[in-house]
């Protein structure tokens, strides 16, 4: 099913390289699902805070959870306007002249706001997703959130609606009159990968390390591609 | 030589987990010199917007580059507050219990105000250390900006003194309950990789492939350890 693109709005629409840009929902969530960590903006006084957080996506919700003493559950749960932007970075782009080097990436930029999920059956579905997001196969094994726990946790959610992505791709783009510049010149890809898993020091489970830890990127995108 | 620590004021002051924050600015600089992408946040007509952005450091001073017509210069260049956060992943955090799950992590945020930077030879040097920052040993061996390309290229910087940082590291703390679940546990540490380069479809040069594209993230991290 193709969902029908983003409307445009004033802050919405880029004012820098517009041909960049998108508003189809399926990029913007295949991004949103390849991240980890979002960048939360929001005014306190009038002046502008940016916090790094986890988040998880449902259909077209964006989630954040927080403990309740947090500077920004505080603000978010008022109804305050708020900006997310997750940024992926795909890799370095190394041109014969100093200025023409770029990165390549793929972006997300959503306005909103957010409200507080109240009902303890939708938190705790809410908070089940939020682990198969990070890491897939996860949550079937761990010891699930009890209410008290759930009680205990903050969970917000933002509609996806007012959102673009950004994304560049592809080799260095020269001068004509720099092509002969003796250096090399290309794409370096960049990829979050995982490193040796590092058992806890009070584990007591004695059974093999999980695929989904061992293997960590190739299991988790070869999930995301079988979704969608 | 050690510097002292940052003046904590109530925006840099941690209302969450306080014991994870530092204002130790040596810290401060290594993450910043560490981290390739930032998100920039600023208040348009009492709306929070967040761009992410290239960024580097020269001694405590942050900077940006951008083209004029960016809404984000168009702002920032007004002398408009601004928050800029740069976030490190570092590891996925897998406990027990669903709710003990975390992320490692290091981030910086700082508040302050940008100012352009307007002499030519300021912004050629400090184009010459961004593409350091980014690609240590590139700069050498490119075309070198010229002053009309400097003229094209707005430059903020911003002073790095109302600043933070905060950290988690080390295994999860799961609650005692909780200690025989029968599920693994431990850190998934989590790297920036390169992947092979792509030269340019209209590359002409016709030497190797430089160490620093090849073995990009060791190059970079050796040369930060021998910086420090």
Sequence with gaps: MTLPP?????????????????????????????GLVCHVGFVVDGLPFVI???YWRIGNRLYLHSAPASRMLQQLQQGVDVCV???????????RSALHH??????????????????????????????????????AEVRPPNPTEAAGTAI????????????????????ARDMDWPVWAGE?????????????PDLRFEGPVPAYARDYARTRRDRASGAS
């Design 85 to 95: 932007t997750v940024t992926l970075l795909d890799g370095l782009v190394l041109a």
């Design 188 to 200: 370096v890809p960049l990829q979050m990968v995982e490193a040796q898993p590092k058992a806890s």
């Design 102 to 139: 770029s990165m390549n990436y793929r972006s997300v930029v959503i306005f909103g706001r957010a409200e507080r999920v109240e009902s303890e059956a939708e938190k705790l579905s809410a908070l089940e997703a939020f682990l198969d997001h990070v890491v897939p196969g996860r949550a």
């Design 6 to 34: 983003f409307s445009r709005t004033d802050r919405t629409t880029l004012k820098r390289r517009p041909q960049r840009g998108s508003y189809d929902p399926e990029l913007v969530h295949a991004i949103l699902d390849e």
């Design 156 to 175: 917000l959610a933002i509609a996806i609606e007012e959102a673009s992505a950004k994304v560049r791709t592809g080799p260095p783009v020269d001068d």
């Design 52 to 54: 790094p957080s986890s």
